[in-house]
């Protein structure tokens, strides 16, 4: 077996074979107690032998090709689908039977049998057999369910999605060694299985796929009180040519999934949003900096790396030309240094109709993030849509699905950060995002397109170049004088060249009085100055909590960290991206320290504090900002109509 160092273990087809007349004989015929006492199942309508026979010893035999045959409806050719569910049924025994012998041979468990049949065992060493046995029983049933939930995913489509499939009862879990785990397991399947709620085969796939994601989570909720299970966690293994990879007891993504199509847009070409695309070309930079090979990012370890980001501006500023081009410019990036990358932008139709089915869907999209061997990019656009506040009046049991989802794979037990992927939401409306989901943006930027004269120029100028270059004769309007035209989108160096060199001002009337207090008695040079501010924010905006607060860190990392990779890195890949994990770390750390001699912590702390608070500010009063919009709208359109009126009187 390798050696324990090696990061990834491959799994062949034939250490799959060495297992696989165990494995059918598993699927012909299974003895065993249910956990509960069964009903009698009806009589079979077929011209077949049921699925299940019942003794009077109150034993069950569980015969599951023949339960596919009568799921397909017919004695004798199985339906694709029941087919499928046997062959995931029998290859997932056989890859588990694999990974159980694996960290057997890997933890010692081997000797430990030997000594338990001479009998020449230490009351220890007879702890650690039992031990180590019921970890192998758990790894072994991890890699059956696993490689079901894999293979099934990669062959459904919407037809079986749409199916509302539940189980009966969770599946019972025997650890008492590998082989009784995996008998037991299909046993319960087939038991499970003459629930009527199952009218046909693809009611049976899916079903399949409940059934090893329900034996997945029961698993998950016991790893803590199995032992010696770093000799399975501490590695991964791949099933060679697939996709499939099992590292440690984590749930696997979907495989089936490929980069969705996009158009192709430079950021040279679009007008306007200077901090914007300043962001995005970081954080393209840095999703480049994750090392296939250590399954990490260096600049998750310098802390300028956010997961979930935030764009947000009034209609038609780009938000979507901004996608395309992250989009295009990451492909580009990742063709170019050979490393695998996935668009991944939120489906339309993730919100389902059916109760259950948006968590599902939404599970399916957010295992995909934890993917470790590509660079990922999840667009979410129109978020409001889908992230709508929960406690805005008929917002859809859909929608807090998603949510639900989406809060528990980005910060608690499902959340694994890797380094590779990046979130990002746009919005025309931040107010009726959901507050918890905002909460979890650690970076928000505005989007508010062209905004000043050499802005509208360069959006002409990338306009009717096009119509000159077919006729040079029909444009016939004088350039400007003083403006060479697309140099005002030209890439900024840092973000401190939009900032004006001012001290940065809080726009809340509520904070400035006592902001100007605390500036006055202590100054930013003091920690005790932003604890003290932070407090006075929460009594105006009590969902201000400490999230915000490690967002607002999150933003003076990304500060830190705000230098351009040198080009000689960008130009020739073995300069950088080919070396080692810690050899990349401690490059990067010699350009933040280089970054940061122009820099004084406290100024960036403050600006990033205030910038935060008002981009808060913005988000949770644009709602009223905008009632008000409309009053005053209204009451100057009864003016002028008042006014007309009265112009009309006087005219007649």
Request: one cysteine or more; a negative charge; glycine letters at 6%.
């Amino acid at each position: 077996m390798p050696s324990k160092s090696d990061s990834t273990f491959p799994i062949t087809q034939k250490d799959l074979r060495e297992h696989l007349d165990h494995a059918n004989q598993m699927l012909l015929k299974i003895q065993d107690k249910p956990a509960t006492k069964p009903e009698q199942p009806s009589a079979s309508k077929g011209n077949w032998r049921p699925s299940t026979d019942y003794s009077s010893s109150g034993l069950v035999t569980v015969e599951l090709h023949k339960l596919a045959k009568v799921v397909s409806q017919d004695a004798l050719i199985l339906t694709p689908e029941a087919n499928a569910v046997i062959a995931a049924f029998r290859d997932g025994a056989c890859l588990g039977m694999h990974l159980g012998r694996a960290y057997g041979e890997a933890a010692g468990l081997e000797r430990l049998i030997q000594l338990n049949r001479s009998g020449r065992m230490s009351a220890a060493q007879q702890a650690e057999f039992y031990e180590k046995h019921h970890t192998a029983a758990a790894v072994t049933l991890f890699g059956f369910a696993a490689y079901i939930n894999w293979k099934l995913s990669s062959l459904s489509d919407e037809k079986i999605a749409s199916r509302q499939i539940t189980l009966a009862e969770q599946p019972s879990v025997d650890l008492a060694n590998p082989l009784k785990a995996l008998e037991r397991a299909i046993f319960d399947f087939g038991l499970l299985s003459k629930d009527p709620q199952i009218r046909d085969s693809l009611d049976w796939y899916r079903y399949a796929q409940v059934f090893a994601d329900a034996l997945i989570s029961e698993l998950q909720t016991r790893v803590g009180s199995l032992n010696h299970t770093a000799f399975f966690t501490d590695n991964s293994y791949r099933l060679e040519n697939t996709t499939l990879l099992i590292s440690g007891f984590e749930n696997i993504a979907n495989p089936s999934a490929t980069s969705v199509e996009f158009n192709r847009v430079e950021f040279k070409d679009i007008v306007g949003n200077r901090e914007a695309k300043h962001v995005a070309m970081r954080t393209a930079q840095r999703l480049l900096c994750y090392d296939l090979t250590a399954k990490k990012n260096p600049f998750r370890d310098i802390g300028g790396l956010p997961l979930v980001r935030m764009g947000y501006g009034k209609p038609g500023t780009g938000k979507s030309l901004q996608i395309a081009a992250i989009a295009t410019l990451l492909h580009d990036y990742c063709d170019w240094l050979e490393i695998p990358f996935l668009f991944w932008p939120l489906p339309d139709n993730i919100v389902s109709t059916f109760q259950g089915g948006s968590a599902e869907r939404g599970v399916e999209y957010m295992r995909r993030l934890q993917d470790d061997d590509k660079i990922l990019y999840a667009a979410i656009d129109d978020a409001e849509n889908n992230f709508e506040e929960r406690t805005r009046q008929g917002v859809s049991s859909g929608v807090r699905e998603i949510i639900g989802v989406f809060l528990r794979y980005t910060e608690g037990a499902y959340a694994i950060t890797r380094g590779n992927a990046v979130i990002d939401f746009y919005t025309n409306l931040p107010e009726q995002i959901d507050k918890a989901v905002l909460s979890r943006v650690q970076s928000r930027f505005a989007i508010d397109g062209a905004a000043s004269r050499e802005d509208f120029l360069d959006q002409d100028h990338l306009w009717w170049r096009k119509i000159k270059e077919v006729d040079p004769k029909v444009i016939a309007q004088k350039d400007p004088d003083d403006y060479e035209y697309l140099s005002a989108q030209a890439e900024l160096g840092n973000l401190s060249e939009l900032e004006s060199n001012s001290e940065p001002q809080i726009r809340d009337d509520r904070l400035q009085e006592v902001t100007n207090r605390l500036l006055n008695d202590l100054g930013t040079g003091h920690h005790d100055f932003f604890a003290r501010f932070f407090t006075e924010v929460l009594k105006v905006y009590p969902i201000f909590s400490s999230r915000d607060v490690r967002n607002i860190q999150q933003a003076v990392n990304n500060r830190l960290t705000d230098f351009d990779l040198p080009e000689s890195w960008l130009e020739t890949p073995e300069t950088f991206f080919r070396q080692s994990y810690d050899r990349k770390l401690e490059m990067l750390k010699e350009l933040m320290r280089g970054n940061m001699k122009s820099l004084t912590f406290p100024d960036i702390r403050w600006r990033e504090t205030v910038k935060y608070c008002n981009n808060l500010s913005r988000i949770l009063n644009q709602d009223r900002e905008r009632r008000i919009a409309d009053i005053m709208n209204e009451m100057d359109c009864h003016g002028e109509a008042k006014r007309r009126f009265v112009s009309t009187e006087q005219g007649s």
